[in-house]
C-alpha cells in the first residue's frame, strides 16, 4: 500500500520553463511534507518542505503547493535549469512520527 | 567530516555471506536513520537511532538485519547470509532535531549487490 504516489517516473523540460513535481497521499494524518532531490551516486539532499498549516511555501527558484483536500502536493521549479536534472522525491510524516514515508521518485530531465 | 560518512560505496558479495556496512553521521546530530533504496522504488526505513533510546527497528525487512550504534555516533548495519533480494543501496542520514522534520542530511550510500 503506497502511502505516497509520485505517478510519474520521469519528467522532461525545456530549460528556463517550469517544471512541475506531482506528489499525491492517502495518509490524511500526514502533516509535514519534504521534497528531496537525489544525484547519481549521492544521497538526497532535502530541497524544501511544507507544514500542513500552510498551503504554499517558496524558496528561491522552488515553490511547493499543498493542496490538503485533494491529499495533493506539487513542486514547482522556475525557471528550470540543467543542474535541476535528478530525481526528485517526495516524502511525508505524520506528527510525533519520525518515519518518512517516501515516494518512488521523479526523474527531471531538463533539455537544453 | 562535514558529512555524512558511508563506507564502503560499493559492495559486490555472494549470496549467503554476511556484510557490515558502516555510517559516520555529523558529529552532534543525535537522529541517525538507515534506509534504502531498491531499484525504481522509493526510500525504505529500516531503522532510526535516537540519542540513547532504545532503537525502533520496525523497518528491518528480516532478522537477518541488525545495526547498532556505538557510543551515539557511528553505526554499522548487518545483513547476515545475504540474499540476492538484499541488493540495494543503503543511505543512512542524521539530523539534529529528533523528528528530522527540518531534513535530514544523507550519506552518499553503500550500493549493495549480492551475486
Known amino acids: 500500500d503506497q502511502q505516497v504516489k509520485q505517478n510519474s517516473p520521469s519528467l522532461s523540460v525545456q530549460e528556463g520553463r517550469i517544471s512541475i513535481l506531482n506528489c499525491d497521499y492517502t495518509?490524511?494524518?500526514?502533516?509535514?511534507f519534504l521534497w528531496y532531490k537525489k544525484y547519481p551516486a549521492e544521497g538526497p539532499t532535502f530541497l524544501i518542505s511544507i507544514s500542513s498549516i500552510k498551503d504554499k511555501n517558496e524558496d528561491g527558484r522552488f515553490t511547493v503547493f499543498l493542496n490538503k483536500s485533494a491529499k495533493h502536493l506539487s513542486l514547482h521549479i522556475v525557471p528550470s535549469q540543467p543542474g535541476d536534472s535528478a530525481v526528485y522525491f517526495c516524502a511525508a510524516s505524520a506528527e510525533s512520527n519520525y518515519q518518512l514515508i517516501w515516494g518512488a521518485g521523479t526523474k527531471l530531465i531538463i533539455k537544453p | 567530516g562535514a558529512g555524512v560518512s558511508q563506507s564502503p560505496s560499493n559492495k559486490v558479495t555472494e549470496k549467503g555471506k554476511d556484510v557490515e556496512l558502516r555510517c559516520d553521521p555529523i558529529s552532534g546530530h543525535t537522529a541517525l536513520y538507515w534506509y534504502r533504496q531498491s531499484l525504481g522504488q522509493g526510500l525504505e526505513f529500516l531503522i532510526y537511532f535516537q540519542g540513547n533510546s532504545a532503537p525502533d527497528k520496525s523497518g528491518l525487512p528480516s532478522d537477518r538485519f541488525s545495526a547498532e550504534r556505538t557510543g551515539g555516533s557511528v553505526s554499522t548495519l548487518t545483513i547476515q547470509r545475504t540474499q540476492q533480494e538484499d541488493s540495494a543501496v543503503y543511505l543512512c542520514?542524521?539530523?539534529?532535531?529528533?523528528?528530522?522534520?527540518?531534513?535530514?542530511?544523507f550519506g552518499s550510500g553503500t550500493r549493495l549487490t549480492v551475486v
Open positions: 542520514a542524521s539530523s539534529f532535531d529528533p523528528q528530522g522534520t527540518l531534513g535530514y542530511t
Open positions: 495518509n490524511s494524518m500526514f502533516d509535514y
